[in-house]
């Protein structure tokens, strides 16, 4: 950001910036975290279409002139795609309660209009940032409202590289039904079972996660625009009122409605704990399924070697030829951020106090960006992972013929009793005799 002083140590703005002094203010007493707004794009475009319906509701209720509402719609459009994503630079983990995030988003949208109606930037007339693009909001329920619906369309996101790895895995259950191979209980050999069933239970996991994140997701419609600061509505008139949540859902295509009590919805923001609470339970079971992969695929002569993982790109620097599980090791650490980044938002949960949980927008913070790291490395465990891993059938066929198979085998046929016996007495040489069955016929004397 450029910012300039005079001799009297005031601060001057470029004269083609589009933000304003509150931003200014911001960037200046309230930057710690290298996050300007400007790198969550989804959330820029879902503010500027808060304020976009806002102006169209007061324009219903006769609080804004015809004229200032349109060319506010059109700035917020402008907004909407882009076009001055650059513009948007304050620190988005601010204190004060999403002080600065309003701000700057009611400053940059003020200053286009005014440049639209023949004004220098900075004029703030005939628009004003509070008074014209902030009129009947207070920044509690814009940014939670916004945070919201931002959090609502990157989920959509999620949800279509989880549905494609689950397809992707139910056609390798299917083509792995036929390989034999050896179960393991406390990392120690079991009983023989498909390669294809125990990669179904992922799939299983899988559904129920992503139905689970898709429930907590959709009780997010349930926004407070209009509630301004603590749930009264103190600020935004009746008729205002009566009309946002309908020019909400015009702007946004979607079902949205209000929570039951506003009061509520200001203090206690646990259905976004929720939802970080579910990438969290998603997050822990993919690190069980790449870590098994990991453990399936080790070798290739001295490990499990069940599977094998597609070789993206060399594994070591030291080893020639080997190849590393690279692209499991990346989902892992994936889920370790995301588990971090609920930890952040479970924080704020516990640290909410009385009328205003000032800490809600560092909560939609973290989940949007455990969204957007579980989508990049997903798709990337997919396509090249997933995709192209494959059985070593001898090493299965191997494995289910070893000597704890053979013993479940012939338990379920002569009894645990027996079996457990014979090998207390005779070790591995008295399961043989049994598989040839003459050790039935002693035993039974």
């Given amino acids: 950001m450029r910012v300039e002083k005079d001799s009297f140590g005031k601060i001057k703005i470029p004269a083609d910036a589009l933000y304003g002094i509150n931003t200014v203010r911001t960037v200046e007493n309230l930057s710690f975290s290298n996050r300007p707004l400007h790198q969550y794009p989804s959330y820029i475009k879902v503010l500027a279409g808060v304020k976009k319906a806002a102006a169209l509701a007061n324009g219903s209720a006769g609080l804004l002139p015809t004229e200032l509402v349109s060319v ?3 700035a917020c459009d402008e907004v909407m795609v882009g076009c001055h994503n650059e513009h948007f630079l304050i620190d988005v983990l601010h204190g004060g309660g999403g002080i600065g995030t309003n701000m700057n988003m009611n400053e940059v949208i003020a200053n286009l209009v005014n440049e639209k109606l ?3 930037r900075g004029s703030y007339h005939p628009v004003h940032p509070i008074d014209s693009v902030n009129l009947s909001q207070s920044t509690s329920d814009v940014c939670h409202t916004a945070i919201r ?3 609502i369309n990157e989920f959509q996101a999620l949800y279509k590289v ?10 390798k259950v299917q083509r792995l039904l036929d390989v034999t191979t050896i179960a393991r209980t406390c990392l120690q050999d079991g009983m023989r079972v498909q390669l294809g069933d125990f990669f179904s239970g992922y799939v299983s996991m899988l559904k129920r996660r992503l139905s689970s994140l898709e429930e907590k997701v959709d009780q997010l419609h349930f926004i407070n625009l209009g509630g301004t600061v603590i749930g009264s509505g103190l600020g935004a008139p009746p008729e205002y009122r009566a009309v946002i949540l309908d020019k909400l859902c015009e702007v946004f295509g979607m079902p949205l409605g209000y929570r039951e009590n506003l009061y509520d919805t200001a203090q206690n923001i646990d259905d976004l704990a929720a939802v970080s609470s579910e990438l969290r339970l998603l997050a822990t079971s993919l690190i069980k399924i790449a870590k098994d992969l990991r453990l399936l695929s080790s070798g290739p002569e001295a490990g499990f070697g069940e599977i094998q993982l597609p070789a993206v790109q060399a594994g070591s620097s030291f080893f020639p030829g080997k190849v590393n599980p690279i692209v499991p090791e990346t989902l892992i650490q994936c889920c370790f951020q995301v588990l971090a980044s609920d930890r952040a938002v479970q924080g704020t949960l516990e640290h909410g106090e ?7 927008g560092a909560a939609g913070i973290n989940i949007l960006e455990a969204l957007t790291m579980l989508t990049h490395a997903i798709m990337t465990f997919h396509s090249n992972c997933i995709a192209g891993m494959d059985a070593n059938r001898e090493r299965c066929e191997e494995l289910s013929t070893t000597f704890i198979p053979v013993v479940v085998d012939l338990k379920e046929q002569y009894g645990y009793a027996a079996v457990s016996s014979l090998i207390k007495e005779k070790g591995r040489e008295g399961i043989k005799m049994l598989q040839n069955g003459g050790e039935r016929n002693d035993s039974s004397q």
């Fill in 149 to 151: 619906i931002a959090i």
């Fill in 162 to 171: 989880i549905s494609a790895l689950i397809t992707e895995l139910e056609n």
């Fill in 118 to 120: 023949g004004r220098k």
């Fill in 354 to 360: 009385l009328n205003l949980n000032v800490y809600e």
């Fill in 72 to 74: 506010i719609a059109a």
